[in-house]
């Protein structure tokens, strides 16, 4: 009895001939409510620090929506520069601040108002999008590109998109020098 | 149900069980992976404790079992039964969290690590990236560690820990970057990131990446393998719980099973960086010169190995066991030792059967390597003195970064050349 319900439940978890058992909606709702979860408790916990780890949570949420898009590059990516290096250094300094004074301040200002209509607005826009560009959304998955997506995306740095890549790695390295400059009295 | 099971055994899957999709033997694996890493663990802490000891001119354990051998296990039952004290101000949350994140982080690690060309938990195209990105999480968990313990020292060894695993993940990165362009040079001038992909590369070039363009693999292997050292936090670069300074660090208030949960995940570490160094520059599962000498009788000769190496281990115990001490008192310690030699030849005989060792030879290839390198993280910490904090930067940043972007350029010039 119980052997035939796991059989059942195997077969039913058994991926189909052409492979795609990432992209299940499960997923994609347990994902989406962890970002939203941690999105709310980021402006809800009083504690700079807790705040700091929920948007870790959020982030790599995103990083497992990145890779049900069929994106695992640009997830892996996600969580190296996100997670382990700019959410790192965040919590360095917000370690570093005194967080007494943040603990005692209140983190609304009562401007109930102005949010409401902001958060309107943005929503509206989003069901306006989807609502006349619904041409754009394709009916069926699009086919996935998994095996050569991190090909695809070197492709198109070093190809088609180089120049714009150089001067983005410019201005990076322009940021660098100016927190040196700024830093250091004597060079 | 079984056919579900005996699906994946068939000859022609020639897979991971996670790219066939098989959420039965990707559990088997997992399960065999976990435990043979916590396994790994307890070995590597008696024989830390005994090659340290031996080099330092003294004994280690001896007291508990013969030559101390079941010293982990005791260990183990002490820690488990210790009282777990949180501080006073700590954040519980964040304490709790602390170490599971690093445990979280270091198991992980542990999906893609190719024990051989079937056998791994899974195989993904962004396998090297995927690594580099979850072991960095690590060091979330050292920060929170630090930071919850509301302690002084603690919040100090966070601090230094994150600032010196950020800065020599960089040097890490180059190192790793300079290995997979190195894959790229096929007739299709694609290269991967997969860690199975990456062996295959080696395999197809007839040449370990350790000796690829020599001495550029080299340079970069060495770049990596004294990156990683730093990445782990072990001796000479283990600042973030140097004694003499900060008590230990970053878990000075953590006791008992926490505790212990902060010492598996930094073996486990250990074991995961090596199994990257392994892959990406000694030929992962594949064993020595496996394109020169091939053929039947080499192929023999090689499967071998294994079992030999079980009866070395047998020939050695059996060896210490007849050097035991006569006296009445140690016959229990004696026999015990016997029998820990006829285990070892037991596993010996049983890798002499065609179809067991068919099917390990890889994995004990990959499992020889990465002991060689657990011997040097213990012989290092055996050898050199502790970097002091300011010197440990100078060479994250102005050693190691350069030589790895130098070795990155020119292998870059020398692959477009060749």
Redesign the interface.
Known sequence: MI??I??AA??Q???PAD?Q?VATPFFFYMLSGLMILGGLAVITRK?P??SA?AL?VTLLGQAGLYLMLYA??V???Q??LY???I???F??VI??VNLERTQQEKSFNKQWVIGFAAAAALGVMFVSVYVKGRALFPELPVAPL??E???RIGNMLYGNYMFAFEIASLLLLVAIIGAVVMAKKRI | ?LN?ITSYLDKTVQTTPGQA?N??WALVYILFVFGGVSLAVVGMNWLERKILAHMQIRLGPMRVGPHGLLQPIADAIKLILKEDIIPANA?V??FWLAPLIILLAVFSVYCVVPFGPTHAITD???GI??M???S??G??GI??AG?ASNSHYP?IGA?RS??QM?SY?VAMGLAVVSAVLMTSLNPTG?GT?SMIGIVQAQYAQHVWFVFKFFPLGFIAFGVFAIAMVAETNRAPFDLPEAESELTAGFHTEYSGLRWSLFMLGEYGAMIAVSSIAITLWLGGWMRPFPNLLHGAAFDLAFSLFPALTFFGLAAMTFYSTAHMPKHPFFRLQTLGLGAFGALFALIGFILLIPQVFQRVQDIFWFIAKIAVFMYLFIWYRGTFPRYRFDQLMKVGWKVLLPVGLGVLVLTAIVGVMA
């Open positions: 052997s035939s796991i059989a195997l077969v978890t058994r991926p492979m058992p504690n620090v807790h780890l870790i695992p590059f997830a892996g990516v969580i190296i997670v382990g290096g959410m790192v250094l919590l360095f370690m570093l998994e095996a997506n991190t090909q | 149900m579900y999709g959420l039965f954040d949350a964040v993904m195209n962004i990236l995927f580099l990105g979850v960095s999480l060091v979330l920060v929170m930071w919040l601090l994150s600032a950020v993940e694609t990131l």
